[in-house]
């Protein structure tokens, strides 16, 4: 900015030279000083906006590179949570095949139980009717040998009636 203020006071110095000087050849002179100082002007002019575009330019790269490491966490974080869910799932995928392998054992020993239960109904039958059966040939043998031991007291007294006659 100085030098800004210090080429356009020269510029103006100069100019006033060249109006009280008669003198061509100072004229001359004074107007190449001019264009050399315009174009000194010109070229600060350049630099003060280059140096103002790099400083917006560091500002717009400074806030890039935080947009940049905000983004970088976020991702990390999103691939640490991807993570923890996946490890998630794979523990709920082995508990599920536990309890599927547990629940085909539970009914693995159910049918096994089923069929147990049923031979033992069918035997139970089995041996209730044998059972029966061998109720009848016993209340038949009490029978029987009640009427047996009737008979033989009803010859015992016969016996003692005709011995004793």
Same mark, same amino acid.
């Given at each position: 900015?100085?030098?800004?203020?210090?080429?356009?006071?020269?510029?103006?110095?100069?100019?006033?030279?060249?109006?009280?000087?008669?003198?061509?050849?100072?004229?001359?002179?004074? *107007?190449?000083?001019?264009?050399?100082?315009?174009?000194?002007?010109?070229?600060?002019?350049?630099?003060?906006?280059?140096?103002?575009?790099?400083?917006?330019?560091?500002?717009?790269?400074?806030?890039?590179?935080?947009?940049?490491?905000?983004?970088?966490?976020?991702?990390?974080?999103?691939?640490?949570? *991807?993570?923890?869910?996946?490890?998630?799932?794979?523990?709920?995928?082995?508990?599920?095949?536990?309890?599927?392998?547990?629940?085909?054992?539970?009914?693995?020993?159910?049918?096994?139980?089923?069929?147990? *239960?049923?031979?033992?109904?069918?035997?139970?039958?089995?041996?209730?009717?044998?059972?029966?059966?061998?109720?009848?040939?016993?209340?038949?043998?009490?029978?029987?040998?009640?009427?047996?031991?009737?008979?033989?007291?009803?010859?015992?007294?016969?016996?003692?009636?005709?011995?004793?006659?």
């Amino acid at each position: 900015m100085r030098e800004k203020h210090e080429l356009e006071t020269k510029i103006i110095n100069l100019q006033e030279l060249a109006n009280r000087s008669a003198d061509e050849e100072q004229v001359a002179k004074l *107007k190449k000083d001019l264009k050399r100082t315009k174009a000194l002007l010109k070229d600060a002019q350049l630099m003060i906006e280059k140096s103002r575009n790099e400083s917006s330019n560091k500002v717009v790269l400074r806030q890039l590179k935080n947009q940049l490491e905000d983004t970088e966490f976020a991702r990390m974080a999103a691939v640490k949570a *991807k993570q923890n869910v996946e490890l998630e799932v794979a523990d709920l995928q082995q508990q599920l095949d536990d309890v599927m392998r547990n629940k085909n054992d539970l009914e693995d020993r159910m049918l096994k139980t089923s069929r147990e *239960k049923a031979d033992l109904s069918s035997q139970l039958e089995d041996n209730e009717e044998e059972m029966s059966e061998v109720m009848k040939k016993y209340k038949a043998s009490v029978s029987q040998l009640s009427v047996d031991q009737i008979t033989i007291q009803q010859q015992v007294k016969k016996q003692t009636v005709r011995a004793i006659i």
